[in-house]
């Protein structure tokens, strides 16, 4: 399972759009890269996934460049109610039996 | 559709006891996840179920056991409990069958040991 690495916390403002990269330098060829949101005392909760590009979804984008070694969430004009821990994830969504490999994720605050 | 619910919502023991913790996965899915978050860490995943057996299993001890039902709903067992037990326990569940295999988490059992 491919390592992540991503920024521990990240400052913002309300209104204004967030990006949070993560690293993946070990990514392999079926793997997809998965971001899930985590309130206090709550279950992760799934935000968004992709292969490659540019992924769009009511909630987020995600951007992959085509060495796919990073991606990146973005959040369009946040508020309050998106403090929370974003993980970044990656593994190979088509193998079943997945055991999702969390890290420390980022504290968006 | 009710997504994926775990009971009890809240749980204190004491060291030695044991525990059981339940989840009913969302409608549709058959694999039932179990993951352990420690106080400012992310999920550890414990083991996964499916089709009443246990597929795969992260590093923890043989005091965590689990079950699957034949409706998919699941229980994680815990015998004698250590103080370092104390967690959010997460049920997650997926649909096996074709497709990615995203997992859509429960709200979590928050479980304390003294």
């Known amino acids: 399972l491919a390592k992540t690495t991503q920024p521990i916390s990240m400052d913002s403002y309300e209104g204004q759009e967030v990006n949070i990269t993560c690293s993946h330098n070990n990514i392999a060829t079926n793997d997809y890269i998965t971001w899930y949101q985590q309130f206090p005392s709550q279950g992760p909760r799934f935000i968004i996934q992709g292969y490659k590009t540019k992924v769009t979804n009511e909630v987020a984008s995600l951007f992959i460049p085509a060495d796919r070694k990073s991606s990146t969430l973005s959040l369009p004009r946040v508020s309050l109610s998106d403090t929370a821990v974003y993980y970044c994830l990656v593994g190979d969504m088509n193998t079943g039996f997945q055991k999702l490999v969390f890290g420390t994720g980022t504290r968006l605050l | 559709d009710a997504g994926v619910t775990q009971s009890p919502t809240h749980l204190i023991k004491t060291r030695g006891q044991q525990v059981t913790l339940r989840c009913s996965p969302k409608?549709?899915?058959?694999?039932v996840s179990w993951y352990q978050q420690a106080l400012g860490q992310g999920p550890q995943f414990i083991f996964q179920y499916y089709e009443e057996e246990e597929r795969q299993r992260g590093n923890f001890p043989d005091r965590f056991s689990g079950h699957q039902f034949p409706n998919y709903s699941s229980e994680l067992n815990v015998n004698a409990l250590l103080l370092g037990d104390s967690a959010l326990y997460l049920c997650a569940s997926s649909r096996l069958a074709g497709g990615t295999d995203t997992q859509y988490f429960g709200p979590g059992t928050r479980l304390t040991v003294l």
């Open positions: 409608s549709g899915h058959d694999t």
